[in-house]
């Protein structure tokens, strides 16, 4: 009775297994001794779990301590029988549900006793064939679930157990299948791979896979091959073994016999591993030698119609491309072909490494590729089964000590008094005019921007009648070192093209200039003419004579834009390219900026992709190499070679040409008939950052379809595969009342190709490749001159001349002003602007409101290819002149500091991100005032994510997003930094708040953004990033960004800053914080609805691989740090 009441109180319930259990439970400590009795409680336990599915269920439920009781007894006994019964039970008990029960096994440490037990059992002598079936089932059933299955294995020796019985029992399928599943486990731990290939089994699988007749135990035994291969070692051992062409001809095998596509996981086996052996160089070399490109091409070219087979054509595309005889970009160098010399090259940084790099140094390819790579591993006995995933929170600052902003000026006033100059509105009292004068350091600016002096010859004609009045003293500061003159003058007689000294294009160029110097500036200008009236002047580029022609008088008409573009001039546009000096001297201007872009009525939806795109180009691709008579291999545009550009007009092929403002095309090379690689310059002085193009194209027929492959861009993925067109202006659409640029193309994607990018331009980085966009187009109109470009051109003479017009909108309340920041290098000069009302009267109170206006400063264009950033900052300033009652108050609350173009010569000579010195602006400005501004914001563009948002710093939701423990004194921190996003997220369509980041991140700790927050203790410090592809939330959902939704952009911008002054309340700090709180939300709510972390992908996973090696590389990082510099000193008080 008491034994009764007893298991009562153990088993709630009562029930017969329960009972079972506990009378197990109690043999436990005598099991050896009650075997018999032992065998037979587990067989009635058994019994009772296969014939009722309760049983089961009460002996894994919650608070059971069941699944002890049988491990205990497998642990102690050593009865076969009654292993094989508890093998059993467990069999039966862990079959059911979704992985929890086997969970609860491992937990309770049921993985080692099963090893224990293994290898116990081995050691009979022979060992228990069934024992061995039903431990490797088992195994084979739990291994993927524990974590630690890897390492428990090696450890107790269980491999080589396993391997052991695979030798033996290669002919007893019965035995071998669980074995290779339990093997298939093992291998997946990348020490384990290593070990098992050092014991030869490898080789042993080869024994096990088959051809198609004998299809047994072959998938097991690939996944296992398949886990081993991802181990270099294993896949050198594998190549050096000739397994190449065996896999290969097995894979042929099965494809020629599986006819009807039962065996999908075979061939996919197969080709898992070949695309790991190929993932060494040597496992490359077999491949190719043995003619695998072709045996996967024809398979995949017949699997192609099948959609079913589509992870087969992939995975064969995956190693095609891998495999892909690495080619040579078809240049002599990578830096640049525009030289120009700098006065001073710093030891360090990008200029620093190309000027040192001796001559003769080819730095396209690296010498030692051929060379085998290091594709030993290091075998460590690592436990990588430890480590635990990299976090994505790697990045967070999480030094606290680096997350408070400085407070109070920090430089000594006098230190700044050099840089007044910038900031005359503070010591200007508009009382008597002379007074100002003798106040002023210098005197009002000349009402069109002062830009270089013309130091060329072919310049200097056509700058006599160009108005300036720099003032003498204007140069003298140090935002204007003298240097920068002087290196513009020498610059520029240093500056020619790589190659070739005074080629022909120059000469001509200076040729014409003296015979007339407009005719000189407008190449373009007199071709549209010629092509108005029917002769063909698409063919005469590089002529003299349609120069002269135009000298006569020839007249173009040209699209009336007025009243569609206020700002736009074409008569003034001429007046400022002649001001414009470039590297290159280019004398040509690109029609689309002449002519100005009305922006299109119709919507412009984000381009649907469709599938399989990629793949076919691919294709096309691994066709050159089978079809090699098919390449033309002609090049028809080459900047490197004098005679540029270089083809005879044989009509055969298009007409290129880039050299023009901003333009950026080094060579243009016919592939087939209709297909064209595209390589683009690098920017000056550095041997990479290419990514923004601009080129014109003509001579096309119209009814085929041309296909453009722009083939060295660096970046591992691009907008171009989720929806984004590149855009096109049609000349001929242009003068028939349509100038615009579209966006266009179709059979649009982006991916790695086979042109080898050295270690020089990989950063060290060997092995590396570039990618390829490419696009097709359908020609509307014979005879057309069409530019393509990355993304709507925005000239730094187009700058000037909507400053010019700007400057006219000016009203006696409007305080304008343009000083010229510094000349830079290239002998051009960046504009500052600085905006505000005028005082309302002169007296002393209305002078001291104009003088105490908060400061907001704002720049753009520190990247040249990011040019939607100018057309945001077109249409903050458009707004900020405007006559509208809210620009008025605004001029009245604030004095905005403006900076529309940070990089004027990256800007003109086609660079994507860097200046003439091969790094950044080495021009800097400081801002003397007392206070800090009260927004601080530097305009970006941003290739990789869909809407306009911005970056932010702040210490709450950094210290949220990491694990770092932080007192809540070191949290303290008002909501300020949210209240402008949030504004903008509610009244700009394009701007999405769930796109923005508030993180402080270590990568970007020398950004304009961080320093400034940092350093200069700017609360509301911003970076804006405004996409250059399309919007995926709001009014513009499903649409691509145009200029008008970018102009629209910047003006909400100054409606957002009014709101933020209403909201606060001029110069009331303590007022603020409560506000902004009120249109923010409650504190909780922020915590609940934190940031997105900057480094997700706002992407979804794509259709087809872009890349089986990402390498990721955050879009501004870089060059942002790069920025960063200058910027720390910029407004650094
Ligand atoms: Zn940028």
Redesign the pocket.
């Known amino acids: 009775i008491s034994k009764i009441i007893l298991l009562t109180q153990t088993f709630i319930c009562n029930s017969r297994v329960m009972m079972l259990l506990g009378q197990l439970e109690r043999m436990n400590g005598d099991i050896v001794r009650q075997a018999e009795t032992a065998r037979q409680v587990t067989a009635k336990i058994l019994h009772l779990i296969q014939t009722q599915e309760k049983s089961g269920k009460e002996v894994m439920s919650k608070g059971s301590s069941g699944m002890e009781v049988i491990l205990a007894s497998l642990e102690n006994t050593r009865d076969v029988q009654t292993i094989l019964n508890i093998l059993s039970i467990l069999t039966e008990l862990l079959t059911v549900g979704r992985g929890r029960r086997v969970g609860v096994f491992v937990s309770k440490g049921g993985t080692g006793i099963l090893f224990h037990t293994l290898l116990s059992a081995s050691k009979e002598m022979p060992p228990s064939e069934e024992l061995m079936l039903q431990l490797h089932s088992l195994l084979a059933k739990v291994g993927p679930k524990d974590r630690k299955f890897g390492v428990a294995a090696r450890l107790s020796g269980a491999l080589n157990v396993t391997v052991n019985l695979i030798k033996q029992n290669l002919q007893n399928p019965k035995l071998l299948l669980p074995c290779l599943q339990v093997l298939r486990v093992y291998s997946t731990n990348s020490v384990n791979a290593i070990s098992l290939g050092k014991n030869g089994v490898v080789e042993l699988l080869f024994k096990v896979l088959a051809p198609y007749s004998k299809k047994n135990t072959s998938l097991v035994a690939l996944d296992a091959l398949g886990a081993l291969l991802k181990s270099k070692t294993n896949a050198r051992r594998a190549a050096d073994g000739g397994y190449v062409p065996i896999l290969l001809a097995l894979y042929a095998d099965w494809h020629r016999n599986d006819a009807r596509h039962r065996h999908m996981l075979i061939r996919k086996g197969l080709l898992v591993c070949l695309r790991n052996i190929t993932n060494i160089k040597l496992g490359r070399k077999a491949f190719v030698e043995a003619d695998g490109m072709r045996v996967l091409y024809n398979s995949s070219t017949e699997c192609l119609p099948v959609r079913t087979l589509d992870p087969l054509v992939n995975t064969s595309s995956l190693i095609m491309r891998k495999c892909f005889p690495k080619k040579r970009l078809p240049l002599p160098t990578i830096q640049s072909a525009f030289l120009f010399q700098l006065p001073y090259v710093p030891g360090t940084g990008p200029a620093g490494r190309t000027y040192s790099q001796g001559p003769g140094v080819d730095d396209v390819v690296d010498e030692s590729d051929d060379n085998d790579e290091a594709d030993t591993e290091n075998d460590t006995e690592n436990e990588e089964d430890e480590k635990d995933q990299q976090s994505p929170n790697d990045d967070i600052e999480t030094d606290l000590n680096k997350l408070h902003p400085k407070k109070g000026p920090c430089r000594p006033y006098e230190e700044l008094r050099v840089y007044e100059r910038f900031f005359v509105e503070l010591s200007e009292d508009f009382q008597v005019s002379q007074v100002s004068v003798l106040i002023r350091r210098s005197p009002p600016r000349p009402i069109i921007v002062p830009t270089a002096q013309a130091f060329s010859p072919n310049t200097r004609s056509l700058s006599r009648a160009y108005t300036r009045t720099p003032s003498p003293d204007h140069r003298e500061g140090p935002g204007a070192r003298a240097g920068g003159r002087i290196v513009g003058r020498s610059g520029r007689s240093a500056a020619s093209r790589r190659g070739g000294g005074a080629h022909r294009g120059e000469t001509r160029r200076r040729q014409r200039d003296q015979a007339d110097p407009l005719a000189a500036a407008f190449g373009g200008f007199v071709r549209a003419t010629l092509g108005r009236r029917g002769s063909n002047w698409s063919s005469d580029c590089g002529s003299e004579g349609p120069e002269d022609e135009a000298a006569e008088g020839a007249v173009l008409e040209v699209p009336d834009t007025a009243l569609l573009l206020p700002l736009h001039d074409l008569d003034l546009y001429v007046e400022m390219v002649k001001g414009t000096l470039s590297v290159p001297q280019y004398a040509e201007v690109a029609y689309p900026d002449y002519f100005g872009h009305v922006a299109p009525t119709f919507r412009e939806p984000l381009l649907e992709r469709v599938y399989g795109v990629q793949r076919a180009k691919i294709f096309q691709d691994i066709e050159r190499l089978i079809h090699p008579n098919d390449i033309v291999d002609k090049v028809v545009y080459d900047l490197d070679i004098p005679s540029c550009p270089v083809i005879e007009d044989d009509g055969e092929s298009l007409k290129f040409n880039s050299q023009f403002e901003s333009g950026n095309l080094r060579k243009a090379v016919q592939v087939r008939k209709f297909e064209y690689d595209l390589v683009l310059n690098s920017d000056i002085n550095s041997n990479h950052y290419h990514q923004w193009f601009y080129f014109e194209v003509s001579g096309m027929k119209v009814g085929t379809t041309y296909r453009f492959n722009i083939i060295n861009c660096e970046k591992s993925n691009s907008q171009f595969n989720y929806g984004m067109q590149a855009l096109m202006y049609s000349v001929q659409e242009a003068i028939s009342g349509s100038p615009r640029w579209v966006r266009t193309g179709t059979d649009i994607c982006y991916y790695k190709n086979h042109f080898a990018r050295s270690s020089i331009a990989a950063g060290g980085l060997k092995g590396k490749s570039y990618y390829t966009l490419t696009f097709s187009i359908n020609f509307k109109h014979k005879d057309d001159v069409c530019y393509f470009a990355y993304h709507y051109p925005y000239t730094y003479s187009t700058l000037k001349m909507h400053l010019s017009k700007l400057e006219a909108l000016r009203t006696p309340q409007i305080y304008l002003r343009q000083d010229v920041l510094c000349e830079t290098l290239g002998g051009n000069g960046c504009p500052l602007l600085t905006i505000t009302a005028m005082p309302e009267s002169n007296s002393n109170d209305h002078i001291c409101q104009f003088r105490n206006r908060p400061l907001i400063f704002l720049s753009a264009r ?2 040249p290819g ?1 040019t939607n950033a100018s057309w945001v900052m077109k249409g903050t300033l458009e707004f900020l002149m405007g006559s509208s009652p809210l620009a008025n108050s605004l001029r009245e609350s604030y004095i905005f500091k403006i900076v529309p173009m940070l990089n004027p010569d990256g800007v003109i000579n086609g660079n994507h991100r860097c200046s003439l010195s091969g790094e950044d602006l080495n021009r800097q400005w400081q801002s003397p005032n007392l206070e800090a501004p009260l927004v601080f914001c530097d305009y ?2 941003h290739s990789r994510k869909k809407n306009v948002f911005m970056y932010g710093c702040s210490v709450k939701e950094t210290v949220w997003q990491s694990n770092i423990s932080a007192t809540s004194s070191d949290l303290q921190e008002d909501l300020a930094y949210r209240a402008l996003p949030k504004i903008l997220s509610q009244i700009a369509p394009a701007f999405s708040m769930a796109s923005c980041s508030f993180v402080v991140e270590r990568s970007k700790e020398s950004t304009a953004r961080v320093v400034v927050w940092r350093e200069i203790g700017v609360q509301r410090s911003y970076t804006m990033e405004s996409t250059l592809c399309g919007c995926d939330q709001g009014k513009y959902k499903g649409l691509q960004i145009g200029t008008r939704e970018l102009e629209e952009m910047g003006a909400q911008f100054c409606v957002a800053l009014l709101r933020l002054k209403r909201l606060t309340g001029l110069r009331n700090h303590q007022h603020l914080l409560d506000l902004e709180s009120d249109i923010i939300g409650s504190q909780a709510k922020v915590v609940s609805c934190p940031t997105t972390y900057v480094l997700d992908e706002d992407e979804p996973s794509f259709l087809e691989a872009i890349d089986y090696s990402a390498e990721s590389n955050d ?2 990082v870089e ?2 740090n790069e920025h960063a510099a200058e910027v720390r000193t910029y407004l650094s008080m």
């Open positions: 520190v990247h990011e970006h563009g879009e501004d060059a942002e």
